[in-house]
T-cell receptor, first 116, second 110 residues
Framework: KAGVTQTPRYLIKTRGQQVTLSCSPISGHRSVSWYQQTPGQGLQFLFE???????NKGNFPGRFSGRQFSNSRSEMNVSTLELGDSALYLC???????????????FGPGTRLTVL | GENVEQHPSTLSVQEGDSAVIKCTYSDSASNYFPWYKQELGKRPQLIIDIRSNVGEKKDQRIAVTLNKTAKHFSLHITETQPEDSAVYFCAASSWGKFQFGAGTQVVVTP
């Protein structure tokens, strides 16, 4: 099976702009979670989508949003970008809703976002 | 709020020695505890996980223990090798909502 894929891999934006990141889960996986990884804050949970519904949400401002499509692909949007949004954004997929059954999460390669 | 604390932040061991990383969590509803290894420039990879109804799990040189009462879990790597050098993250999940530790940089010196 193909692994989790993310596009684009690298992105440079300026403050105030918005950005959309895409994640394609492993075939058959219905859960997609998003994470922000920075050197100072580590891995921070953004949200999780399962069957097109947001099931869990982390402690991020409303500028961070997401959605999931019927084919389980997910997008994450960040509006009004700030310098502090520069980070590696990782998505991870699993068969069921995250830890409900303790299913393994498989991570994508990430999208490196730089905000200037 | 809920968080996961991970110690130590860096760990230097001689090849062949054991490495132990400890994590504590605060959310008593946490029911799944994975450990990830992340090499420089690569994605996190699951190396072992444990569910809340199990106290210990072992996979070759890697083992994880869970103490639900004390809300802590640990990763044990025996007979360390240079390829074990990486950042290791613990995580606690409460029905799909994950909290990660800050990571431990493990350096195995030959």
């Amino acid at each position: 099976k193909a692994g989790v894929t993310q596009t684009p891999r690298y992105l440079i934006k300026t403050r105030g702009q918005q950005v959309t990141l895409s994640c394609s889960p492993i075939s058959g996986h219905r859960s997609v979670s998003w994470y922000q990884q920075t050197p100072g804050q580590g891995l921070q949970f953004l949200f999780e989508y399962f069957s097109e519904t947001q099931r869990n949400k982390g402690n991020f401002p409303g500028r961070f949003s997401g959605r999931q499509f019927s084919n389980s692909r997910s997008e994450m949007n960040v509006s009004t970008l700030e310098l502090g949004d520069s980070a590696l954004y990782l998505c991870a997929s699993s068969t069921t809703s995250g830890g409900a059954a303790g299913d393994t999460q498989y991570f994508g390669p990430g999208t490196r976002l730089t905000v200037l | 709020g809920e968080n996961v604390e991970q110690h130590p932040s860096t760990l230097s061991v001689q090849e062949g020695d054991s490495a132990v990383i400890k994590c504590t969590y605060s959310d008593s509803a946490s029911n799944y505890f994975p450990w990830y290894k992340q090499e420089l420039g690569k994605r996190p990879q699951l190396i072992i996980d444990i569910r809340s109804n199990v106290g210990e799990k072992k996979d070759q040189r890697i083992a994880v223990t869970l103490n639900k009462t004390a809300k802590h879990f640990s990763l044990h790597i025996t007979e360390t090798q240079p390829e074990d050098s990486a950042v290791y993250f613990c995580a606690a999940s409460s029905w799909g909502k994950f909290q990660f530790g800050a990571g431990t940089q493990v350096v195995v010196t030959p």
